[in-house]
């Protein structure tokens, strides 16, 4: 076909790109501009449709809205994080389920993927583990494209807030922490280098 191109989407514009990445910023702290529930459901409603292996969507995580929720994440937070638990709007607990492999007859019915889990554990654990990370990222892209800011952690006692808030999911295990919300610029440090592509990319 004439003029056919290699796919049914065109590059996203400048504007779009520097909101997701080359003006995007990791913040710290916050303004005080709450963010709604619809707006939650907004950012993993994107989220949600990102790839992960064989569909195992390992990701469980928890919305830490109220000050109530934020003010029991912060007491498993290293001091250096705790004020920034507290005093965002949002934070995010991004879990990972080891027994994610008992949804897959649902969440990927081509295959009898939960046999490729069943009696390994290790590999249960790592294919959590690396999927849930990736939509831990997918959270923050899609937040970011719904016009919020993220701060990711990983200060903070993972075996503290596993026994406080998965009490009844033992199977579920903290990834990373990520709070959401709008990022106050004036409190930036200037962007930290990033390599250009020769430095640390082979194309073979």
């Known amino acids: 076909?004439?003029?056919?191109?290699?796919?049914?989407?065109?590059?996203?514009?400048?504007?779009?790109?520097?909101?997701?990445?080359r003006e995007a910023r990791s913040f710290g702290w916050f303004r005080d501009i709450p963010v709604s529930e619809a707006q939650v459901r907004a950012t993993y409603d994107l989220m949600k449709m990102a790839p992960t292996s064989a569909n195992q969507q390992p990701a469980r995580l928890v919305w830490c809205h109220s000050p109530n929720a934020r003010e029991r994440l912060?007491?498993?937070?290293?001091?250096?994080?705790?004020?920034?638990?507290?005093?965002?709007?949002?934070?995010v607990i991004v879990a990972m389920d080891l027994e994610?492999?008992?949804?897959?007859?649902?969440?990927?019915?081509?295959?009898?993927?939960?046999?490729?889990?069943?009696g390994d554990a290790e590999g249960r654990g790592?294919?959590?583990?690396?999927?849930?990370?990736?939509?831990?990222?997918?959270?923050?892209?899609?937040?970011?494209?719904?016009?919020?800011?993220?701060?990711?952690?990983?200060?903070?006692?993972?075996?503290?807030?596993?026994?406080?808030f998965?009490?009844?999911?033992p199977q579920w295990r903290s990834n990373f922490i990520c709070s959401v919300g709008h990022g106050d610029r004036s409190r930036l440090y200037?962007?930290?280098p990033r390599p250009d592509f020769d430095r640390f990319n082979r194309l073979l």
Do not use: I
């Open 1 to 21: 076909m004439s003029g056919a191109t290699n796919g049914p989407n065109g590059p996203l514009p400048d504007e779009a790109l520097d909101q997701l990445f």
């Open 74 to 91: 912060a007491h498993h937070a290293l001091d250096g994080n705790r004020e920034k638990v507290r005093k965002a709007p949002l934070c």
């Open 100 to 118: 994610f492999h008992e949804h897959l007859p649902w969440l990927y019915p081509h295959n009898d993927a939960k046999s490729w889990f069943t």
């Open 166 to 169: 998965f009490a009844g999911e």
């Open 190 to 192: 200037e962007r930290s």
């Open 126 to 164: 790592t294919s959590a583990m690396r999927n849930s990370s990736l939509q831990g990222a997918y959270l923050m892209l899609a937040a970011r494209a719904l016009g919020l800011d993220c701060g990711p952690m990983s200060g903070f006692d993972n075996a503290a807030v596993d026994a406080d």
